[in-house]
């Protein structure tokens, strides 16, 4: 296969991906955008996290949820915090506890009932994440996953569990960022609607 036909089979299962996501997920995506509009309208916050490219997801989307998603639609800071960016805490936890409690522990410390956490996971299976979800059903949080097609450990611990109809992590990622923007999206039109 040459060059050219390798990059337009890849994007081609880009695009199957996300339309597989498309067709079988949104109930799920809804769901999810309504639970956090709750939270945040009953003065809540949203925690994230994930590992990897799941780590940089976390941060950005608790960045288009405080910042905005476009400049000409200012409204007020929805409050959103990416557990993966504080290398202070993450190392101190590590350190002490082990690395799979690095979320968990956050967790346990700013989170507060009714608030929402998401964990995104392509596996399903990252013990940090599983921990984590763990310890914010404990503390009377709501919670969203975002996994692979599997599910894994994640999904079934979840209030909302949105699996992206494939395997390929790569794939899954893609999905999932579509997925975060549209999730803020929908958050912003619910809390903030444009007259």
Do not use: W
């Not at 288009?64 to 007020?76: A, G, I, K, N």
């Not at 909302?160 to 109809?165: M, N, Q, S, T, W």
């Not at 992590?169 to 903030?192: K, N, P």
């Amino acid at each position: 296969m040459n060059v050219a036909d390798r990059i337009a089979a890849y994007l081609r299962q880009t695009l199957d991906t996300v339309s597989a996501t498309a067709e079988n997920c949104t109930e799920e995506i809804a769901r999810a955008a309504a639970t956090i509009a709750e939270c945040v309208r009953g003065g809540g916050k949203v925690l994230i996290c994930g590992n990897g490219g799941s780590a940089a997801d976390s941060q950005h989307l608790a960045a288009e949820l405080v910042s905005t998603l476009t400049l000409d639609r200012r409204r007020p800071a929805i409050p959103a915090v990416a557990l993966t960016t504080d290398t202070s805490i993450l190392t101190a936890v590590s350190n002490d506890f082990g690395f799979a409690g690095v979320f968990a522990r956050q967790v346990e410390a700013l989170g507060a009932a009714g608030d929402v956490l998401i964990g995104i996971s392509t596996s399903g299976n990252s013990e940090d994440v599983v921990l984590a979800m763990e310890q914010a059903t404990r503390q009377g949080m709501r919670t969203v996953a975002l996994t692979g097609e599997s599910g894994g450990k994640l999904a079934p611990l979840a209030d909302v569990a949105i699996l992206v109809p494939s395997s390929e992590t790569s794939h899954v990622q893609e999905a999932h960022l579509a997925v975060e923007q549209l999730i803020a999206f929908l958050v912003e039109d619910e809390l903030y609607p444009q007259r």
